[in-house]
């Protein structure tokens, strides 16, 4: 996929050569962190506060509904996947009724993500490209313990962590969902444990936002340094 990007960046040539793969060494060599966490653990208000530093910000949450909107680039495979059951009348995709879907069928699931994942790669490549000049990349990816593709896109994992009563509590307080809905959600989402297991760095969000944004001003002097020193 970067060699393919690469590819195409160089308008000389439209095969694999020597020379692409010295453009895919140069993207290579910045540094892409992937920034996971379960839900309600932060990661959207991390990606804030990386952002204040001057850090390159590609959410896929964004992403997936951006896709996945009305005219989205995602619907008509949906459609053709799914029938107009889980459109809405304005032809978005109804996360709430593919939500309650894909929790009871696993090849729902499955199908939905074959038909997402593949974009939002392609859409969080697409938008690796201008932000070059930034000092390091934030990938913000939820599904990161579950894609190989983008453990492989990022050099570094950093989790967002936080007790799950406080997860729980988060969750309810910025949506529509009730406790039993968020249990259910962490319930099909990586365990914890296996998710710190991938980290790198880990962030603390247990605390107020003042201590978050502590953990990320150290670490923000971290990537810096490591981007500088590559
Ligand atoms: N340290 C914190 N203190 C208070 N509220 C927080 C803190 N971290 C996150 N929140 C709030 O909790 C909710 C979930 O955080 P968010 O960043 O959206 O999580 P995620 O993107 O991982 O789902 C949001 O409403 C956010 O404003
Ligand atoms: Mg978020």
Do not use: W
Request: include cysteine; proline fraction near 3%; charge should be neutral.
């Amino acid at each position: 996929m970067i060699l393919r990007q690469a590819d195409e960046t160089t308008s000389h040539s439209t095969k694999l050569s020597k020379n692409d793969s010295q453009v895919a060494g140069y993207q290579d060599r910045r540094l892409i962190i992937g920034l996971t966490g379960g839900i309600g653990s932060g990661k959207s208000t991390v990606a804030a506060l990386f952002a204040e530093h001057g850090a390159g910000i590609i959410d896929t949450d964004a992403i997936a509904h951006f896709l996945t909107q009305a005219g989205g680039e995602a619907i008509a495979a949906i459609h053709a996947a799914f029938g107009n059951d889980y459109l809405t009348e304005g032809g978005a995709l109804d996360r709430a009724k593919m939500r309650a879907l894909i929790f009871s069928d696993a090849a729902a699931k499955q199908r939905l993500e074959q038909i997402l994942h593949p974009l939002i790669f392609e859409q969080a490549n697409a938008q690796l490209r201008p932000l070059q000049p930034s000092p390091y990349i934030v990938v913000v990816v939820p599904l990161l313990p579950e894609s190989r593709t983008f453990r492989q896109l990022v050099q570094r994992v950093l989790v967002v962590d936080c007790d799950e009563h406080t997860q729980i509590a988060r969750v309810i307080g910025r949506s529509s969902m009730n406790e039993a809905e968020v249990r259910a959600i962490i319930a099909r989402q990586t365990p914890r444990a296996d998710r710190l297991r991938l980290a790198d760095d880990v962030i603390r969000n247990d605390a107020g936002l003042d201590r978050l944004a502590e953990q990320v001003a150290v670490l923000h002097e971290r990537y810096s340094k490591m981007q500088n020193s590559n």
